[in-house]
């Protein structure tokens, strides 16, 4: 029995329970097809026990679910056995820092968008620290340079990344002047990268009502095992209806059609590191 399930772990539950669902069964009837009591079914479930390959297939069986792409992604799920980077952090930093990380690891592709602040995974380690400096209630100095260095840890990878961002987090002085140039050509340097498109949507143009808040879409192995990741008030929330993801495509589509193009956009950006 897992203690604390990460959010992979209960992304895979909850797959299995949409299935049963779809299929019109209960947990009993479902712990019946397997030859396990109805506490295990809830369980695996719930992301508290894993689940072997064997029995997921048989349970997509019995489902009737004929999507073997889909089945065979929820198996790479079930069976993988990765001790991420992000594992070290583990038990110092909140657990949706480490979610964040290992669904970047296993994302096909990233799409943010940004109002307010720089995207974290663009962010300088200056921009980043007074980002969570400015954290209610404050944060000790040492748990603050976790932060810092995970958050620069999770810039390493590669994977395809679009991103949208809005004049406001562009003018934004988290910090300094200083701070705030640097950022700028941090931008400027990484937007030259073969995986990243950078678009901004300057103040002047038309169209921003078409616009939503801030999120991050992390493309999956198959388009139903996408997530979005929004920050509220309360946490980080993951979303993974097939109804939102929908909606938060069709967003992300929209904030496209509203912004510079790519070359554009780096001239934006490096006119206004000439202000500062």
């Given at each position: 029995?897992r203690?604390e399930p990460?959010a992979?772990?209960l992304?895979?539950?909850?797959?299995?329970?949409?299935l049963?669902?779809?299929?019109?069964?209960?947990?009993?009837?479902?712990?019946?097809?397997?030859?396990?009591?109805?506490?295990?079914?809830?369980h695996?479930?719930?992301?508290?026990?894993?689940?072997?390959?064997?029995?997921?297939?048989?349970?997509?069986?019995?489902y009737?679910c004929?999507?073997?792409?889909?089945?065979?992604?929820l198996?790479?799920?079930?069976?993988?056995?990765?001790?991420?980077?992000?594992e070290?952090y583990?038990?110092l930093?909140?657990t949706?820092?480490?979610?964040?990380?290992?669904?970047?690891?296993?994302?096909?592709?990233?799409?943010?968008?940004?109002?307010?602040?720089?995207?974290?995974r663009?962010?300088?380690?200056?921009?980043?620290?007074?980002?969570?400096?400015?954290?209610l209630?404050?944060?000790?100095?040492?748990e603050l340079?976790?932060?810092v260095?995970h958050?620069a840890?999770?810039?390493?990878?590669?994977i395809?990344h679009?991103?949208?961002?809005?004049?406001?987090?562009?003018?934004?002085r988290?910090?300094?002047?200083?701070?705030?140039?640097?950022?700028?050509?941090?931008?400027?340097?990484?937007s030259?990268?073969d995986?990243?498109v950078?678009?901004v949507?300057?103040?002047?143009?038309?169209?921003?009502?078409?616009?939503?808040g801030t999120?991050?879409y992390a493309?999956?192995?198959?388009?139903?095992?996408d997530?979005?990741?929004?920050?509220?008030?309360?946490?980080?929330?993951?979303?993974?209806?097939?109804?939102?993801?929908?909606?938060?495509?069709?967003s992300?589509r929209?904030?496209?059609?509203?912004?510079?193009?790519?070359?554009?956009?780096?001239?934006?950006?490096h006119?206004l590191?000439?202000?500062?």
């Amino acid at each position: 029995m897992r203690r604390e399930p990460t959010a992979r772990q209960l992304r895979l539950a909850t797959e299995l329970r949409r299935l049963r669902e779809a299929a019109g069964l209960n947990s009993r009837e479902a712990a019946a097809l397997l030859g396990v009591s109805p506490a295990q079914i809830t369980h695996i479930e719930s992301g508290l026990a894993g689940v072997s390959e064997k029995r997921l297939r048989r349970l997509a069986s019995h489902y009737a679910c004929t999507d073997t792409e889909f089945i065979d992604a929820l198996v790479a799920m079930a069976t993988e056995r990765i001790h991420g980077w992000w594992e070290e952090y583990r038990g110092l930093l909140p657990t949706s820092f480490l979610d964040l990380a290992e669904l970047e690891h296993h994302a096909t592709f990233l799409h943010d968008v940004a109002i307010l602040y720089v995207p974290g995974r663009l962010q300088t380690e200056d921009y980043a620290r007074a980002v969570f400096s400015a954290r209610l209630p404050e944060l000790a100095p040492d748990e603050l340079e976790l932060r810092v260095n995970h958050r620069a840890a999770r810039q390493k990878s590669t994977i395809p990344h679009e991103v949208v961002i809005h004049e406001a987090a562009l003018r934004m002085r988290v910090s300094d002047r200083p701070a705030s140039r640097a950022q700028l050509v941090r931008l400027l340097e990484i937007s030259e990268a073969d995986h990243l498109v950078l678009r901004v949507i300057p103040f002047d143009l038309d169209g921003f009502a078409k616009a939503s808040g801030t999120m991050t879409y992390a493309g999956g192995p198959l388009s139903k095992l996408d997530t979005v990741v929004r920050d509220a008030p309360h946490g980080t929330v993951l979303v993974d209806s097939e109804a939102q993801l929908n909606i938060y495509r069709t967003s992300f589509r929209r904030m496209k059609t509203v912004s510079l193009e790519p070359e554009r956009s780096r001239a934006f950006i490096h006119d206004l590191t000439k202000e500062l």
